[in-house]
Protein backbone atom coordinates (compact mmCIF):
# COMPACT_ATOMS: atom_id res chain seq x y z
CA UNK A 1 0.00 0.00 0.00
CA UNK A 2 2.80 2.61 0.62
CA UNK A 3 4.33 1.86 -2.64
CA UNK A 4 0.62 2.63 -4.26
CA UNK A 5 0.46 6.00 -2.24
CA UNK A 6 4.03 7.03 -2.77
CA UNK A 7 4.61 6.86 1.05
CA UNK A 8 8.18 6.82 0.00
CA UNK A 9 11.89 8.97 1.39
CA UNK A 10 13.00 10.04 -1.51
CA UNK A 11 16.87 10.90 -0.84
CA UNK A 12 18.22 14.62 -0.96
CA UNK A 13 21.72 15.74 0.21
CA UNK A 14 21.09 16.25 4.27
CA UNK A 15 19.40 12.30 3.81
CA UNK A 16 21.81 9.06 4.94
CA UNK A 17 20.14 6.81 2.03
CA UNK A 18 21.09 7.15 -1.51
CA UNK A 19 17.60 5.02 -2.85
CA UNK A 20 14.08 5.44 -2.08
CA UNK A 21 13.02 3.84 0.33
CA UNK A 22 9.29 3.33 1.83
CA UNK A 23 8.35 5.22 5.21
CA UNK A 24 5.84 4.29 7.54
CA UNK A 25 6.90 1.13 8.71
CA UNK A 26 6.92 2.09 12.27
CA UNK A 27 3.38 1.37 12.16
CA UNK A 28 4.22 -2.16 12.77
CA UNK A 29 4.72 -0.88 16.83
CA UNK A 30 1.35 0.93 16.40
CA UNK A 31 -0.78 -2.27 15.62
CA UNK A 32 1.25 -4.32 18.31
CA UNK A 33 0.19 -1.84 21.07
CA UNK A 34 -3.52 -1.65 19.21
CA UNK A 35 -3.61 -5.31 19.41
CA UNK A 36 -2.18 -5.40 23.22
CA UNK A 37 -5.34 -2.58 24.00
CA UNK A 38 -8.31 -4.40 22.27
CA UNK A 39 -7.38 -7.46 23.97
CA UNK A 40 -6.79 -6.60 27.35
CA UNK A 41 -9.98 -4.35 27.85
CA UNK A 42 -8.41 -1.01 26.81
CA UNK A 43 -5.81 -0.80 30.08
CA UNK A 44 -4.41 2.51 29.71
CA UNK A 45 -6.86 4.31 28.16
CA UNK A 46 -5.30 7.92 27.93
CA UNK A 47 -2.01 5.99 27.25
CA UNK A 48 -3.89 4.40 24.24
CA UNK A 49 -5.72 7.72 23.04
CA UNK A 50 -2.38 9.58 23.11
CA UNK A 51 -0.30 6.30 20.82
CA UNK A 52 -3.65 7.20 18.82
CA UNK A 53 -3.77 10.18 18.23
CA UNK A 54 -0.02 11.06 17.59
CA UNK A 55 0.13 8.10 15.28
CA UNK A 56 -2.91 9.48 13.22
CA UNK A 57 -1.42 12.89 13.13
CA UNK A 58 2.46 11.28 12.38
CA UNK A 59 0.66 8.91 9.36
CA UNK A 60 -0.61 11.85 7.99
CA UNK A 61 2.79 13.85 7.81
CA UNK A 62 4.22 10.69 6.71
CA UNK A 63 2.50 11.03 3.68
CA UNK A 64 1.91 14.13 3.16
CA UNK A 65 4.23 17.44 5.43
CA UNK A 66 2.16 18.83 7.67
CA UNK A 67 3.39 22.01 8.87
CA UNK A 68 5.47 22.13 12.52
CA UNK A 69 2.57 24.09 14.38
CA UNK A 70 -0.11 21.29 13.51
CA UNK A 71 2.64 18.85 14.44
CA UNK A 72 3.07 20.63 17.89
CA UNK A 73 -0.68 20.94 18.46
CA UNK A 74 -0.91 17.53 18.66
CA UNK A 75 2.52 16.79 20.50
CA UNK A 76 0.70 18.69 23.04
CA UNK A 77 -2.52 16.75 23.47
CA UNK A 78 -0.59 13.44 23.63
CA UNK A 79 1.93 14.14 26.39
CA UNK A 80 -0.94 16.04 28.76
CA UNK A 81 -2.98 12.35 27.46
CA UNK A 82 0.20 10.41 29.08
CA UNK A 83 1.00 13.07 32.06
CA UNK A 84 -2.93 12.61 33.03
CA UNK A 85 -2.55 8.71 32.61
CA UNK A 86 0.44 9.05 35.26
CA UNK A 87 -2.00 11.54 37.58
CA UNK A 88 0.88 13.90 37.10
CA UNK A 89 -1.65 17.20 37.23
CA UNK A 90 -1.85 16.60 40.78
CA UNK A 91 2.03 18.11 41.25
CA UNK A 92 2.32 21.96 41.23
CA UNK A 93 2.52 23.63 37.91
CA UNK A 94 6.66 24.72 38.58
CA UNK A 95 6.72 20.80 38.22
CA UNK A 96 4.45 20.35 35.77
CA UNK A 97 5.42 22.74 33.11
CA UNK A 98 9.51 21.79 33.11
CA UNK A 99 7.86 18.09 32.94
CA UNK A 100 5.82 19.41 29.89
CA UNK A 101 8.61 21.40 28.04
CA UNK A 102 11.22 17.73 28.48
CA UNK A 103 8.59 15.12 27.11
CA UNK A 104 8.09 18.01 23.95
CA UNK A 105 11.80 18.17 23.34
CA UNK A 106 12.51 14.50 24.37
CA UNK A 107 9.41 13.53 21.37
CA UNK A 108 11.00 15.49 18.48
CA UNK A 109 14.76 14.19 20.09
CA UNK A 110 13.05 10.91 19.33
CA UNK A 111 11.89 11.92 15.88
CA UNK A 112 15.18 13.58 14.88
CA UNK A 113 17.43 10.55 15.77
CA UNK A 114 15.79 8.12 13.05
CA UNK A 115 17.64 8.84 10.67
CA UNK A 116 19.59 5.68 10.44
CA UNK A 117 19.50 1.88 9.76
CA UNK A 118 18.53 0.28 13.05
CA UNK A 119 19.06 3.14 15.51
CA UNK A 120 15.15 3.21 16.63
CA UNK A 121 14.64 -0.19 16.39
CA UNK A 122 18.26 -1.28 18.26
CA UNK A 123 17.59 1.72 21.02
CA UNK A 124 14.26 0.80 21.53
CA UNK A 125 14.75 -2.91 22.38
CA UNK A 126 17.24 -1.91 24.68
CA UNK A 127 15.31 0.49 26.36
CA UNK A 128 12.56 -1.66 26.28
CA UNK A 129 14.15 -4.96 27.33
CA UNK A 130 15.44 -2.84 30.37
CA UNK A 131 11.91 -1.73 31.54
CA UNK A 132 10.87 -5.67 31.04
CA UNK A 133 13.63 -6.42 33.49
CA UNK A 134 13.19 -4.04 35.80
CA UNK A 135 9.16 -4.95 35.49
CA UNK A 136 10.26 -8.83 36.77
CA UNK A 137 11.38 -7.00 39.99
CA UNK A 138 9.01 -4.45 40.89
CA UNK A 139 6.27 -5.01 38.56
CA UNK A 140 4.73 -1.02 37.98
CA UNK A 141 2.62 -2.04 34.64
CA UNK A 142 1.22 -5.08 32.55
CA UNK A 143 3.80 -7.10 31.35
CA UNK A 144 2.05 -8.30 28.31
CA UNK A 145 2.37 -4.58 26.88
CA UNK A 146 6.19 -4.70 27.18
CA UNK A 147 6.28 -7.52 25.77
CA UNK A 148 3.59 -6.38 22.68
CA UNK A 149 5.70 -3.23 22.34
CA UNK A 150 9.15 -5.51 21.91
CA UNK A 151 7.60 -7.56 19.39
CA UNK A 152 5.93 -5.13 17.79
CA UNK A 153 9.73 -3.32 17.52
CA UNK A 154 11.30 -7.07 16.59
CA UNK A 155 9.05 -7.70 13.67
CA UNK A 156 9.44 -3.79 12.68
CA UNK A 157 13.32 -4.39 12.94
CA UNK A 158 13.09 -7.92 10.58
CA UNK A 159 12.54 -5.28 7.53
CA UNK A 160 14.90 -2.27 8.74
CA UNK A 161 17.93 -4.19 10.58
CA UNK A 162 19.57 -4.32 6.97
CA UNK A 163 22.25 -2.70 4.83
CA UNK A 164 19.88 -1.78 2.64
CA UNK A 165 16.23 -1.12 4.76
CA UNK A 166 12.78 -2.33 3.46
CA UNK A 167 11.22 0.52 5.12
CA UNK A 168 11.76 3.71 7.64
CA UNK A 169 9.90 3.82 10.61
CA UNK A 170 8.75 7.32 9.82
CA UNK A 171 7.25 10.16 12.04
CA UNK A 172 4.80 7.11 12.56
CA UNK A 173 6.81 5.06 14.53
CA UNK A 174 9.70 7.36 15.90
CA UNK A 175 6.71 9.72 17.39
CA UNK A 176 4.39 6.77 19.14
CA UNK A 177 7.71 4.65 19.56
CA UNK A 178 8.89 8.53 22.14
CA UNK A 179 5.77 8.47 23.12
CA UNK A 180 5.70 5.30 24.91
CA UNK A 181 9.04 5.48 26.12
CA UNK A 182 8.58 8.63 27.66
CA UNK A 183 5.43 7.52 29.48
CA UNK A 184 7.24 4.51 30.56
CA UNK A 185 10.49 6.30 31.97
CA UNK A 186 7.87 8.36 34.19
CA UNK A 187 5.80 5.70 35.37
CA UNK A 188 8.91 4.27 36.44
CA UNK A 189 10.42 7.13 38.05
CA UNK A 190 7.17 8.12 40.03
CA UNK A 191 6.99 4.38 41.19
CA UNK A 192 10.73 4.37 42.65
CA UNK A 193 10.52 7.42 43.64
CA UNK A 194 13.85 8.35 41.58
CA UNK A 195 15.30 10.17 38.88
CA UNK A 196 17.75 6.98 37.44
CA UNK A 197 15.23 5.96 35.19
CA UNK A 198 15.46 8.96 33.11
CA UNK A 199 19.07 7.59 32.27
CA UNK A 200 17.74 5.04 30.02
CA UNK A 201 17.06 7.05 27.58
CA UNK A 202 20.40 9.17 28.62
CA UNK A 203 22.33 8.48 25.02
CA UNK A 204 19.03 10.09 22.72
CA UNK A 205 18.73 12.75 24.98
CA UNK A 206 22.89 13.65 24.90
CA UNK A 207 23.20 13.41 21.31
CA UNK A 208 19.77 15.06 20.85
CA UNK A 209 20.03 17.80 23.33
CA UNK A 210 23.76 18.68 22.04
CA UNK A 211 22.55 19.10 18.63
CA UNK A 212 19.79 21.32 19.26
CA UNK A 213 21.94 23.38 21.72
CA UNK A 214 24.66 23.73 19.13
CA UNK A 215 22.16 24.68 16.38
CA UNK A 216 20.48 26.99 18.29
CA UNK A 217 24.11 29.04 18.77
CA UNK A 218 24.85 28.75 14.77
CA UNK A 219 20.83 30.57 14.65
CA UNK A 220 19.77 27.40 12.38
CA UNK A 221 16.42 25.94 12.59
CA UNK A 222 16.05 23.17 14.39
CA UNK A 223 13.27 21.70 13.09
CA UNK A 224 14.64 21.63 9.32
CA UNK A 225 17.01 18.36 7.90
CA UNK A 226 20.70 18.12 8.79
CA UNK A 227 23.24 16.26 9.29
CA UNK A 228 24.69 17.47 12.78
CA UNK A 229 23.88 14.64 14.84
CA UNK A 230 26.89 12.22 16.25
CA UNK A 231 25.37 9.58 14.64
CA UNK A 232 25.12 10.68 11.27
CA UNK A 233 28.54 12.11 11.80
CA UNK A 234 29.82 8.56 12.76
CA UNK A 235 28.34 7.13 8.97
CA UNK A 236 29.34 10.19 6.61
CA UNK A 237 32.84 10.92 8.26
CA UNK A 238 33.88 7.24 9.71
CA UNK A 239 33.74 3.71 7.93
CA UNK A 240 30.91 2.83 10.22
CA UNK A 241 27.92 1.29 8.76
CA UNK A 242 24.66 2.09 9.86
CA UNK A 243 23.87 -0.73 11.37
CA UNK A 244 27.28 -0.60 13.59
CA UNK A 245 26.69 2.82 14.54
CA UNK A 246 23.22 2.13 15.49
CA UNK A 247 24.34 -1.17 17.49
CA UNK A 248 27.04 1.10 19.02
CA UNK A 249 24.32 3.55 20.48
CA UNK A 250 22.19 0.79 21.42
CA UNK A 251 25.30 -0.97 23.19
CA UNK A 252 26.27 2.43 25.06
CA UNK A 253 22.54 2.65 26.27
CA UNK A 254 22.52 -0.98 26.87
CA UNK A 255 25.64 -0.39 29.61
CA UNK A 256 24.41 2.83 30.93
CA UNK A 257 21.10 1.09 31.92
CA UNK A 258 22.99 -1.48 33.83
CA UNK A 259 24.19 1.02 36.06
CA UNK A 260 21.56 2.54 36.58
CA UNK A 261 19.59 -0.57 37.54
CA UNK A 262 22.64 -1.15 39.83
CA UNK A 263 22.38 2.13 41.50
CA UNK A 264 18.60 1.42 41.67
CA UNK A 265 18.93 -1.55 43.90
CA UNK A 266 21.66 -0.38 45.98
CA UNK A 267 20.19 2.33 48.94
CA UNK A 268 23.88 3.11 49.80
CA UNK A 269 24.61 4.41 46.34
CA UNK A 270 23.75 8.59 46.13
CA UNK A 271 21.05 7.91 42.98
CA UNK A 272 21.27 11.67 41.87
CA UNK A 273 25.07 12.31 42.21
CA UNK A 274 25.81 9.20 40.13
CA UNK A 275 23.22 10.39 37.58
CA UNK A 276 24.63 13.66 36.75
CA UNK A 277 27.82 12.11 36.93
CA UNK A 278 26.62 9.48 34.45
CA UNK A 279 25.45 11.91 32.46
CA UNK A 280 27.90 14.71 32.63
CA UNK A 281 30.40 11.85 31.55
CA UNK A 282 28.51 11.06 28.41
CA UNK A 283 27.75 14.78 27.28
CA UNK A 284 31.87 15.06 26.97
CA UNK A 285 32.33 12.01 25.59
CA UNK A 286 30.09 13.31 22.76
CA UNK A 287 31.08 16.07 22.11
CA UNK A 288 35.07 15.59 22.55
CA UNK A 289 33.57 12.55 20.09
CA UNK A 290 32.13 14.84 17.61
CA UNK A 291 34.56 17.47 17.74
CA UNK A 292 37.53 15.55 16.72
CA UNK A 293 35.60 13.65 13.87
CA UNK A 294 34.96 16.88 12.39
CA UNK A 295 38.53 18.30 12.54
Known amino acids: MAKKWGIEDVPNERSSHSQ???RGGGIIFVVALIIYFITHSFNYPFLAAAIAILAIISFIDDIRSLGTGIRLVFQFMGIGLILYQLNLFQLP???VIPIFIFCLGMLNIFNFMDGINGITGFYSLVTIGTFIYLNQINPFIDNALLVYAFIGIAVFGFFNFRKKALFFAGDIGSIAIGVFL???MMLFCV???TIVPALFISVYFVDGGLTIL?????????FKPHKSHLYQVLTQKTKLTHLQVAALFAG???CINSIAIFIIFNANINQYFVSIVLLLILTVSCFI?????NK
Do not use: C, D
Open 20 to 22: KTI
Open 93 to 95: FWY
Open 182 to 184: LYL
Open 191 to 193: QLN
Open 214 to 222: ERLLKKENI
Open 252 to 254: VQL
Open 289 to 293: IKRRI
